[in-house]
């Protein structure tokens, strides 16, 4: 790669980095003026950005409030790439379904999750909060989902992810899809009690355990 191509790669990484949302809209434009292809975009510059993002987090230099700027700045990044992409018929990383479930109202854990596992090339269907198991079984049949992220902030509706891997498994999906689990209450012990794939603290981990359990085997 040309260092030129390389310097304008770094650029866009670096502002999403530091959540400069007009200035990744720019250097994005910029780019793809100058020629340089939208999935080169995407996976020198915007993913490797969110990589870093999660790194930061990790290491106690970023907090949320940084990551959700940084991830709002990438998010329109990829805005501008998204129709030529789909263009390049560019396949996703996999098909996550997001959701907070059934009785729980709360969402800006998710929202975040969902922000970085986009940031990590994965195609997102944010089933929203208070969903019931039927609809994420709905939502698996109708869109092939390879992996369900079910979400809960109170105690009282921490049960229902396990109603909801249940239902998967009466409706004979459950061998079909990976399912995380992740929220305030939740932990890894309890994942596992209630026979999730994994469990993630937060949306750094969640990006890398969807990375692991799904990886590129649909790419």
Known sequence: ME?????????????????????TI???????????????????????AMSEVGRLFEAGEFFVPEMLISARAMKSGLEQLKPLLI???IKPRGKIALGTVQGDLH???????????EGAGFAIYDMGTDVSPEKVIQIIQTEHIDLVGLSALLTTTMP?????????????????????VGGAPITKEYAENIGADGYAP??????????ELIGDSTG
Request: net charge negative; aromatic share 0%.
């Open 160 to 180: 229902m992810m396990g109603t909801t891997i249940q239902a998967l498994s009466k409706a004979g999906l459950r061998e079909q899809v990976k399912v995380m």
């Open 107 to 117: 969402d800006i854990g998710k929202n975040l999750v969902g922000i970085m596992l």
């Open 202 to 211: 937060d949306a750094s981990q969640a990006t890398k355990l969807a990375l």
């Open 3 to 23: 260092a030129a191509v390389e310097k304008q790669l770094e650029q866009i990484s670096i502002a999403v980095v530091e959540g400069d949302r007009e200035k």
């Open 87 to 89: 263009d390049a018929d």
């Open 26 to 48: 720019a250097l994005v434009e910029a780019a793809l003026e100058s020629n340089i292809d939208a999935n080169t975009i995407l996976q020198d510059a915007l993913i490797p």
